[in-house]
């Protein structure tokens, strides 16, 4: 099968550029987040009418008075699961691998506890989130911090430090809580676990394989090897400053460090949905009863006023953010920010769907009948 190049396929613009109300909206939302959250900096990406536009509210750092920019680097934290899912998309249509799969035959030595009630865990189940496996080994909520360390210092010491000889050790340890496909919970551990089937199905190390197949056609700096000078400053919720997330493991779970910039070039070509492999990772492959949202490669599937709608967020001990997509409406959205503040992924979606109706009312757009879902592969 020939691929189209993974490239930024812009759409072309079929209107005006973001209209100056739309624009005063952005500013207003981005400006009333900061100070109803108590937040440090947010960084917003949009592109709409083919135009890409960009928003910076607040600093890099509390002692500090420098805003952040287009070149800002923050921790993307579980955004990072759709840079594994997508790279898992490419193998799968390149013929490497299939979704259904078992992981186990991604592994050097046999694991009998990676199912749960008859059923083995495949590719699929780590990368819809319905593995069942637990959320984190170590599980860092046991941790004791050592004297004059916080705890959440504590925790990124020991993620930093965790190697892949300890988390394929410990993993013999965990098995699923129900049926491997049963229904979607987050797991870092299924994603970590990904990325070691990744490793072995390309044969190269995870780093590698995400420069070489999303970061260098797409123009993207490194996201497991950003440049220190442009990270940004993490903040708990209690105001507290964080060392930068340095965890190697955790890459393909929570670990990528990408700029706003950076980051709307992913969103914007996982929107345009002209690459074969893009088309995979954006499948239903898990769906409720009720069938009101749907479970793709990692993306959240619903349908929306704009059209179809495919959002994934996350947090890390001082970060959190949003990418937004609505591929009928041609909208893309990234927000990012510096402090993990209580609820700041919910809060942030919602700030995200106001932009998406400030840029795209509801009444002025009629979108394109959805299509059937696909059956479960």
């Known amino acids: 099968m020939k691929l189209l190049p993974l490239s930024v396929a812009l759409l072309a613009a079929t209107a005006a550029s973001i209209s100056t109300a739309a624009d005063s909206t952005v500013r207003e939302l981005g400006r009333d987040w900061l100070a109803r959250k108590d937040g440090v900096g947010l960084s917003i990406g949009v592109y709409a009418a083919g135009q890409r536009q960009f928003y910076h509210f607040g600093t890099t750092q509390l002692d500090g008075n420098r805003p952040p920019n287009e070149r800002t ?41 990676l199912a749960g009630d008859g059923q083995k865990i495949q590719l699929l189940h780590l990368a819809n989130m319905t593995s069942q496996l637990v959320d984190n080994i170590p599980d860092v909520t046991q941790l004791r911090p050592r004297e004059s360390e916080t705890l959440a210092v504590a925790r990124m010491r020991v993620l930093s430090a965790y190697t892949r000889e300890e988390f394929l050790k410990q993993l013999r340890r965990v098995a699923p809580r129900d049926a491997p496909g049963n229904f979607p919970a987050n797991s870092n551990v299924g994603s ?20 070489r197949e999303i970061e260098k056609p797409l123009k993207m700096a490194s996201g497991t090897r950003p440049d220190a000078k442009l990270l940004a400053r993490g903040y708990t919720g209690e105001g507290e400053p964080l060392p930068p997330l340095q965890a190697e493991l955790s890459y393909p779970s929570i670990g990528l460090r990408y700029s706003v910039d950076d980051l709307l070039r992913f969103a914007t070509w996982q ?8 088309k995979l990772a954006h499948r239903p492959t898990w769906q409720p009863q009720s069938g009101s949202q749907g479970i793709a490669l990692h993306w959240v599937v619903s349908e929306s006023p704009h059209g179809r709608r495919l959002h994934c967020s996350g947090s890390t001990q001082g970060f959190a953010g949003v990418v937004d997509l609505y ?6 959205l990234v927000l990012l920010s510096n402090k993990d503040v209580d609820g700041a992924q919910d809060s942030l979606r919602a700030v995200s769907v106001k932009i998406a109706e400030a840029l795209r009312p509801a009444g002025a757009f009629s979108p394109k009948p959805a299509a059937d879902p696909p059956a479960d592969r």
Not at 77 to 95: C, D, H, P
Not at 271 to 278: G, H, L, P, Y
């Open 73 to 113: 680097v923050y921790e993307i934290g579980s955004i990072s699961k759709a840079f594994t899912a997508q790279l898992l998309a490419r193998a799968v249509v390149e013929g490497r691998a299939a979704l259904t799969d078992e992981v186990e035959k991604y592994l050097e030595a046999p694991y009998p506890n």
């Open 327 to 332: 591929p009928d409406a041609g909208l893309a």
């Open 271 to 278: 929107m345009v949905e002209r690459d074969a492999s893009v």
């Open 192 to 211: 970590m676990l990904l990325g070691v089937a990744l490793e072995k199905i390309y044969g190269e190390p995870f780093a590698v394989i995400v420069q």
